[in-house]
C-alpha cells in the first residue's frame, strides 16, 4: 500500500518570503501522479499543482513549483512571494496510474501560517 | 461549471440514527468519489464510481455505510445506526476520468456531528 508522510504539522512564513513544505511517499509503482492541495479554513480543497511521475522536470504554477526526487520519493512544495491568502492546510496526495487505480492517498497535512 | 456541490453542508444527530448525504458531482464528470476526513488527519478514500458502477471500496466503509449513484450523475452516502466515531467530515470529489492526471475536484464536504 502506498503511504504518504508530511513531516511538518505546522509552518509560518512572513508575507512575501519563501516557505517549502515537505512530503515524502512510499510506492512500488514506477508511474504515478503526486499532488498538492490547498484547504484553506471552512472551504473546500482546491489543487495546487500536480506532478507525472514520468516527467524528469518540475512543476510549476505561479508562485508555486515542486521539487520532485523520483529516487528518493520526495515531492516538496515550494511557495514563492507568500501572501496572507496562502495561509492554509496544506495536503500532499498521491495517485497510482495502473489498472482501476483512481483514488487518492493523502498525507496528515501542514498548516501554514503567513504573518504579516 | 458550478462545481460540486454537497449537502446537507451541517448535519447533527444522535446516535443510532440513520443519515443520507448527497454530492452532485461536475456536470461532465464520470468518476465520483468519497472520503472522510477527520480532525487534524488528511481525507481518507472510502468509495469511488465510474459512471453508476461502484468500482472500489475502502475497508473503512463497514456494513452500516452505503454509497449509490443511479443514473451515473449524484450519489448518495448513507450511514445506518450513527456512531460518535462516524463524526467527521465527508468530501466529494469528482474527476473526468483518468484523462491527464484525472484530477479531482473536491466539494465543500458534509461535517457530521453525532452526540
Known amino acids: 500500500a502506498q503511504t504518504v508522510t508530511q513531516s511538518q504539522p505546522e509552518m509560518s512564513v512572513q508575507e512575501a518570503e519563501t516557505v517549502t513544505l515537505s512530503c515524502t511517499y512510499d510506492?512500488?509503482?514506477?508511474?504515478?501522479?503526486l499532488f498538492w492541495y490547498k484547504q484553506p479554513p471552512s472551504r473546500q480543497m482546491i489543487l495546487v499543482i500536480r506532478q507525472e511521475a514520468y516527467k524528469q522536470q518540475n512543476a510549476t504554477e505561479n508562485r508555486f513549483s515542486v521539487n520532485f526526487q523520483k529516487a528518493a520519493k520526495s515531492f516538496s512544495l515550494k511557495i514563492s512571494d507568500s501572501q496572507l491568502g496562502d495561509a492554509a492546510m496544506y495536503f500532499c496526495a498521491y495517485r497510482g496510474n495502473t489498472g482501476t487505480a483512481s483514488k487518492l492517498t493523502f498525507g496528515t497535512g501542514t498548516r501554514l501560517q503567513v504573518t504579516l | 461549471d458550478t462545481g460540486v456541490s454537497q449537502n446537507p453542508r451541517h448535519k447533527i444527530t444522535k446516535r443510532g440514527q440513520n443519515v443520507t448525504f448527497r454530492c452532485d458531482p461536475i456536470s461532465e464528470h464520470n468518476r465520483l468519489y468519497w472520503y472522510r476526513q477527520t480532525l487534524g488527519q488528511g481525507p481518507e478514500f472510502l468509495t469511488y464510481?465510474?459512471?453508476?458502477?461502484?468500482?472500489?471500496k475502502s475497508r473503512l466503509l463497514s456494513d452500516r455505510f452505503s454509497a449509490e449513484r443511479p443514473k451515473g450523475s449524484f450519489s448518495t452516502l448513507e450511514i445506518q445506526r450513527t456512531e460518535q466515531g462516524d463524526s467527521a467530515m465527508y468530501l466529494c470529489?469528482?474527476?473526468?476520468?483518468?484523462?491527464?492526471?484525472?484530477?479531482?475536484?473536491f466539494g465543500p464536504g458534509t461535517r457530521l456531528t453525532v452526540t
Open positions: 470529489a469528482s474527476s473526468l476520468g483518468l484523462a491527464g492526471a484525472g484530477e479531482q475536484y
Open positions: 464510481f465510474q459512471n453508476e458502477a461502484q468500482l472500489e
Open positions: 510506492t512500488s509503482e514506477s508511474d504515478y501522479y
